[in-house]
Nanobody, 123 residues
Framework: QVQLVESGGGLVQAGDSLRLSCAASGRTFRLAAMGWFRQAPGKEREFVAA????????AYADSVKGRFTISGDNAKYMTFLQMNSVKPEDTAVYYCAAGVHVDLRDPVYYDYWGQGTQVTVSS
């Protein structure tokens, strides 16, 4: 019922910046939260950042706090992840997620997922 499309990934060098975008379509009126998760080969998918629209609350993983910033357009149900001072350990497939009733940090509670966009950071 909701489709998510990520864009903005690519190959960058350590210290560079890039911005990921996520556009939601479909029954977006149901969405309470949107967030970003990432998964590197051989590792479990992990929380990165999220926004809870109705309460205007934000959450960040400790590993990215101070470097990444989540923002969005609530009216259009779009979210952005500004990634600054990227590190090689940030290399992963980044997924946009959305849910109608979620714990912002737990992927189990997100209902919809994008296909992911690859971010590769070289040293």
């Amino acid at each position: 019922q909701v489709q998510l499309v990520e864009s903005g990934g690519g190959l960058v060098q350590a210290g560079d910046s890039l911005r990921l975008s996520c556009a939601a379509s479909g029954r977006t009126f149901r969405l309470a939260a949107m967030g970003w998760f990432r998964q590197a080969p051989g590792k479990e998918r992990e929380f990165v950042a999220a926004v809870f629209w109705s309460e205007s609350s934000l959450a960040y993983a400790d590993s990215v706090k101070g470097r990444f910033t989540i923002s969005g357009d609530n009216a259009k149900y779009m979210t952005f992840l500004q990634m600054n001072s990227v590190k090689p350990e940030d290399t992963a497939v980044y997924y946009c997620a959305a849910g109608v009733h979620v714990d912002l940090r737990d992927p189990v509670y997100y209902d919809y997922w994008g296909q992911g966009t690859q971010v590769t950071v070289s040293s």
